[in-house]
């Protein structure tokens, strides 16, 4: 049997193709193809470079796994070109990637949680903290997010429970990170008159919230004002 012939380490492989630019899952003879052009180019030793810099990021192991994991999940789906970078750095992008998206959507829950018990808070009073103060009641708030998501879900089950699609979107672009009531209307394809007078049974919701959070029992008589 003739032998097979050695690698060519001058000659460049292949690209990688991912499963997104096919658009659809690998094969078993392209999952054999990616498995053996990984090993050609030291994936295990590649992947201990990715962890490490992960860690130097998050400085906590665990994270910096989730993040190997996720950068490898999307190499198999963005592919690869080994005649671009090589498989280490091209690794290190990936988790990079991921590092800076988790940033963005840390940032961005924060902020949503922050517009959403700002409303709450508003209606209980606060506005009259001097603002140190109100900064060290967010503060607080956001040591204890699950609280958070709790509320923002009692919310959200209100809504559905009355109908009201307009605090529902109002909700969704609200988490979402948009806050400006134009836009929500431009968005949505409503009028803006909609998204303020939606504003007044929010108002009316987050009473009768924090009424049953301080043991008060809502009255299903009361009249909306």
């Known amino acids: 049997m003739a032998e097979k012939p050695a690698l060519d380490a001058a ?40 962890l490490l810099f992960g860690q130097r990021l998050t400085r906590n192991v665990a994270r910096a796994e989730d993040l190997v994991g996720r950068a490898c999940l999307r190499l198999v789906r963005w592919g690869w070109d080994p005649g ?20 963005k959507e840390d940032a961005r829950r924060r902020y949503a949680e922050e517009k959403f018990l700002a409303e709450m808070a508003v209606h209980e009073g606060t506005h009259s903290r001097s603002a140190e103060e109100y900064a060290t009641q967010l503060e607080q708030e956001r040591e204890d997010e699950e609280h958070a998501r709790g509320q923002i879900d009692r919310m959200r089950a209100a809504f559905v429970k009355a109908n009201d699609a307009v605090n529902l979107l109002w909700l969704q672009f609200t988490l979402e990170g948009e806050v400006d009531l134009k836009v929500m209307a431009h968005k949505s394809g409503r009028d803006v008159s909609e998204f303020y007078d939606a504003a007044d049974r929010r108002k009316r919701l987050t009473k009768r919230l924090l009424a049953e959070d301080n043991g008060v029992k809502h009255d299903p008589g009361e009249k909306a004002r």
């Open 11 to 50: 000659q460049p492989a292949a690209p990688l193709i991912g499963t997104d630019v096919l658009g659809r899952p690998l094969t078993a003879d392209e999952k054999k193809h990616w498995d053996r052009v990984l090993r050609q180019h030291d994936f295990a030793g590649a992947r201990r470079y990715a």
């Open 84 to 103: 671009d970078v090589t498989l280490a750095k091209r690794l290190c992008r990936l988790v990079w990637s991921e590092w800076t998206h988790e940033k």
